[in-house]
């Protein structure tokens, strides 16, 4: 059914985030969409010269552009704004609930392609994949030297180990998949999920029990006040030796002091990081000095189907704002 608005005519979309074509075909069924190129400048809208786009517009539905109060201003028609973030910073969401605007998010929009990366990192760093690249690429893999890499880059296998992930969220919850896959047994720290959560696919555990028993560590709660530094020296120091350390959440969720001496020490086996306390993480930094951990540049989340994925998540929730059915992600349900 097309909808219209309250002048009879199809409701407007305007879309200034990237995305699919497919998802955008969808909406032309029953919507007027506009399409504008992303500018990748995340400024107001306003200042984009979509006067007459904005004019019309019911739902907008953006990345890096401002939904500001100027806006809004050019927008007087707006019923729905669809950030495509996990966390909506490029919305006024207080302007918008004085307006009655509705605002929605695309949850989990990255989830899967993160959960792949984080695995990556994970596997990288208990097989040494970077090391034993750099060390093949130095030239030091010679005639002499034929085997050595055999004993130099050995590393763990998956196989019956313990994986402890910390947040059984949408990340966390896909690490469960991935790791049952490998044949690991799962644990999970998450205080916010019950003990039966999982089922028979992981157990909800203690933090202490989980940090004490895993081969590998993997972290993927947000950073809140709660989390920020939730492993400290304390909690570090109840890794065991043989363990490795996993994270591409936040880094602040681990204290820096604490883990710097913990790697400095070799308190652990390993660890793999895509997040860092300062970014990007300065030349020179003592952490590209050891050689027990990997590095990437925090790109876990870099796929373009991040974009395929925030464009139907988007799609849905136009659709379910036309039907007056329940909109996944609004971060206003008041309204
Ligand atoms: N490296 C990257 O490029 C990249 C990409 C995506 C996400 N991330 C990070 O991963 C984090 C997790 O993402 P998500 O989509 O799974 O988030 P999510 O909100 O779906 O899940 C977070 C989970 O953490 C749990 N949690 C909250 N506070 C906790 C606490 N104090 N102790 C233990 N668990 C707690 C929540 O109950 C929830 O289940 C994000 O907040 C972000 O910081 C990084």
């Given at each position: 059914m097309e909808v219209r608005n309250i002048v009879g005519q199809r409701s407007n979309i305007l879309i200034t985030a990237p995305f699919?074509?497919?998802?955008?075909?969808?909406?032309?069924?029953?919507?007027?969409?506009?399409?504008?190129?992303?500018?990748?400048?995340?400024?107001?809208?306003?200042?984009l010269?979509?006067?007459?786009?904005?004019?019309?517009?019911?739902?907008?539905?953006?990345?890096?552009?401002?939904?500001?109060r100027a806006s809004l201003a050019q927008a007087p028609g707006l019923e729905l704004v669809v950030s495509c973030r996990a966390n909506p910073v490029n919305?006024?969401?207080?302007?918008?609930?004085?307006?009655?605007?509705?605002?929605?998010?695309?949850?989990?929009?990255?989830?899967?392609?993160?959960?792949?990366?984080?695995?990556?990192?994970?596997?990288?760093t208990v097989r040494h994949v970077s090391a034993a690249?750099?060390?093949?690429?130095?030239?030091?893999?010679?005639?002499?030297?034929?085997?050595e890499p055999y004993a130099r880059f050995a590393g763990i296998g998956l196989h019956g180990r313990v994986l402890g992930i910390l947040g059984g969220g949408a990340v966390g919850s896909r690490m469960v998949r991935r790791a049952l896959g490998f044949g690991m047994t799962v644990k999970v720290y998450d205080p916010f999920l019950a003990a039966g959560h999982f089922g028979g696919d992981a157990d909800v555990v203690a933090l202490?029990?989980?940090l004490a028993t895993a081969d590998?560590?993997?972290?993927?709660?947000?950073?809140?006040?709660?989390?920020?530094?939730?492993l400290g020296r304390r909690e570090l120091a109840l890794l065991r030796p043989d363990a490795y350390l996993i994270n591409a959440g936040r880094a602040a969720i681990i204290d820096e002091?604490?883990?710097?001496?913990?790697?400095?020490?070799?308190?652990?086996?390993?660890?793999?990081?895509?997040?860092?306390?300062?970014?990007?993480?300065?030349?020179?930094h003592e952490l590209f000095t050891?050689?027990?951990?990997?590095?990437?540049?925090?790109?876990?989340?870099?796929?373009?189907?991040?974009?395929?994925?925030?464009?139907?998540?988007?799609?849905?929730?136009?659709?379910?704002?036309?039907?007056?059915?329940?909109?996944?992600g609004v971060v206003n349900p008041a309204l």
């Open positions: 699919s074509e497919a998802q955008a075909a969808r909406l032309r069924q029953r919507f007027d969409v506009t399409v504008v190129p992303p500018t990748l400048a995340g400024v107001s809208l306003a200042e010269g979509l006067g007459a786009d904005l004019a019309a517009a019911q739902v907008i539905v953006a990345e890096l552009d401002q939904v500001d919305v006024d969401i207080e302007a918008c609930a004085e307006r009655g605007v509705q605002v929605a998010t695309t949850p989990g929009r990255n989830a899967e392609v993160t959960a792949d990366f984080s695995f990556a990192l994970l596997m990288a690249e750099r060390w093949a690429r130095s030239g030091q893999w010679t005639d002499a030297a034929v085997f202490d029990e989980l590998i560590v993997t972290v993927h709660v947000p950073l809140t006040p709660s989390t920020e530094g939730l002091d604490a883990l710097m001496e913990v790697l400095r020490e070799h308190r652990i086996a390993g660890a793999g990081f895509d997040v860092f306390y300062s970014e990007p993480l300065a030349h020179g050891l050689d027990n951990v990997t590095l990437t540049p925090h790109i876990a989340g870099a796929s373009p189907d991040v974009v395929t994925e925030h464009s139907r998540i988007a799609a849905d929730a136009i659709l379910a704002w036309a039907d007056g059915t329940e909109i996944r």
